[in-house]
């Protein structure tokens, strides 16, 4: 609790507040896409087979993306997850829940776009890796590396150059995962900032 | 506090990275948040008690102070409790009762967009801690804290009084009793619980002035 208190209040001393009210027009979506970094959260939930059983996994995890070149963009995320598999009814074994943390790495391009004034809709591809440690009530800890491919459909919404982030992004994500045992599936909803 | 130990060191070794990272972009002119504001929402928890979970819902009150891109804020919930047994999950052996919980947070506004002079959609994080107590129809009392981080979007609309809506999402980390988890567990089944807490999580949206 401490080290949060500490890092709280460090944060507080470079955080500053001012109210700008400047008549102008909104940014250009072309000018800010190439250079924007992006920082927002996703509520998770999906299915993988931890240790060759379906389990269910709901996460909640925030990321950051950053602009490599042309539509390719650096992401990074970090997601605390909940899991939870139910075994064979009939034998009536005890649920199977418990928790982790994952990380991935990877790439996003934008596979297909349509600008409409301030909004910009589009589809991304991604891929990237990931490790994932989860601990549960009955077998205990895994660590699971993985690599995933995904498809994003969201839109940028643009705003005035006097807004401190210069775009939201609004994107459902349906992702597959191939872990040691196989492949599973996750969807998310997910929001992003622009700086 | 030792009951909730290493799982929610490492969130706070995560979120400390990310906040990191966030900080690092941060940069313009904030609309700062209202220096006093009071709001009311609806949340729903999932928690577990003595290794089954727990769920339930109600309504919730916050009173904040604003300073530039901070909040700190006391709030208070009553909410429906339920929590069912692994061994018997038919419908007849769930006990349910009622959950009232009070607790102090802390705010920060992370990212905050202006489509428009009039508002913003922002991006912020949050710590808390609190104290809950469950009152079950059995007549079983349960006391326990809690601490917690989280993150959400708010909506404002500066002319009409600062109106926010705000949509939150929260893990919430509550000490384990570990000997009831031995015994409905067996075997390697303390893997989860050995370090003492276990992870919750709490959602709700809330309207504020």
């Known amino acids: 609790m401490v080290k949060v208190v500490a890092i709280l209040i460090a944060l507080a001393g470079t955080a500053g507040a001012e109210i700008v009210d400047l008549p102008e027009q909104p940014v250009a979506p072309d000018v800010t896409d190439a250079s924007v970094s992006r920082f927002g959260y996703r509520v998770g939930f999906g299915d993988l087979p931890i240790g060759g ?17 042309g539509h390719v963009r650096a992401l990074a995320e970090y997601e605390y997850v909940f899991t939870e598999t139910h075994g064979d009814p009939a034998r009536m074994p005890p649920p199977e829940h418990g928790s982790g943390h994952r990380i991935h790495l990877g790439l996003r391009h934008v596979l297909a776009d349509k600008q409409l004034d301030v909004l910009r809709l589009w589809i991304d591809g991604e891929l990237g890796a990931g490790l994932g440690m989860f601990s549960d009530n009955i077998t205990g800890t895994h660590a699971l590396p993985d690599a995933f491919a995904g498809l994003r ?43 | 506090m030792s009951c909730v130990s290493s799982e929610v060191r490492h969130v706070w070794v995560s979120l400390a990275l990310v906040l990191a990272s966030a900080q690092a972009g941060a940069d313009g002119h904030y609309v700062p948040v209202a220096s006093h504001s009071i709001s009311l929402g609806f949340s729903g928890h999932g928690t577990h008690i003595d290794g089954a979970s727990e769920t339930g819902g109600g309504p919730t009150l916050e009173l904040a102070l604003g300073v530039g891109r901070w909040q700190p804020f006391v709030e208070g919930m009553i909410s429906t409790a339920g929590v069912g047994s692994w061994t018997m999950p038919a419908v007849d052996d769930r006990v349910d009762g009622w959950m009232g919980r009070g607790g102090l947070g802390l705010r920060w506004i992370a990212r905050q967009f ?28 349960l006391t326990r804290p809690d601490v917690g981080v989280g993150f959400g979007t708010q909506i404002r609309v500066f002319p009409f009084h600062g109106f926010t809506t705000r949509i939150d999402v929260r893990l919430l980390f509550t000490p384990t009793d570990r000997e009831s988890a031995w015994v409905s567990c067996r075997g390697t089944c303390t893997a989860a619980t050995n370090d003492g807490s276990a992870a919750g999580f709490m959602t709700g949206m809330q309207f504020g002035w």
């Open chain 2, 114 to 141: 202006r489509p428009d002079p009039s508002g913003a959609i922002e991006l912020y994080l949050q710590a808390i801690a609190g104290v809950e107590k469950f009152w079950w129809h059995d007549g079983t009392r």
């Open chain 1, 53 to 69: 059983q379906d389990t269910f996994l709901f996460s909640l995890g925030l990321g950051i993306e950053h602009p490599l070149f």
């Open chain 1, 153 to 195: 459909l969201g839109y940028d919404f643009h705003g005035r150059r006097s807004s401190p982030a210069s775009v939201f992004v609004a994107e459902f994500l349906v992702r597959v995962i191939a872990i040691d045992r196989g492949a599973g599936v996750m969807g998310g909803v997910g929001m992003y900032w622009g700086n």
